[in-house]
Nanobody, 126 residues
Framework: QVQLVESGGGLVQAGESLRLTCAVSGRTISRDAMGWFRQAPGKEREFVAAISCRGSSIYYADSVKGRFTISRDNAKNTVYLQMNTLKPTDTAVYYC???????????????????WGQGTQVTVSS
């Protein structure tokens, strides 16, 4: 059974940083692309960032480009999202997702991802 478990969320002030971690069990992610999505209250879930299976291809939403960094450690079966210069508009539940056997490139549609974590809350106060 594949499990994705996010951690690292919390309450911070605008301008501060957080690092989210997604630990995956039940499956080796070395041939999977991995993504982060978020959902704010009353809004649709949206793409944040994605990284290809070996880390050679990375893509960010315009809203986080230059502030967020996605990375992965396949030896630890873990994916990270470093979030700097956080804004109140970044407040959301953040989800980690796996796009199975996506050996080339990354995708940004949530419907193309196969497994999801339960999410971690990030709240940024002004």
């Amino acid at each position: 059974q594949v499990q994705l478990v996010e951690s690292g969320g919390g309450l911070v002030q605008a301008g501060e940083s957080l690092r989210l971690t997604c630990a995956v069990s039940g499956r080796t992610i070395s041939r999977d692309a991995m993504g982060w999505f978020r959902q704010a209250p009353g809004k649709e879930r949206e793409f944040v960032a994605a990284i290809s299976c070996r880390g050679s291809s990375i893509y960010y939403a315009d809203s986080v480009k230059g502030r967020f960094t996605i990375s992965r450690d396949n030896a630890k079966n873990t994916v990270y999202l470093q979030m700097n210069t956080l804004k109140p508009t970044d407040t959301a539940v953040y989800y980690c997702a796996a796009d199975y056997l996506r050996v080339l490139g990354v995708r940004t549609s949530e419907y193309q991802y196969d497994s999801w974590g339960q999410g971690t809350q990030v709240t940024v106060s002004s």
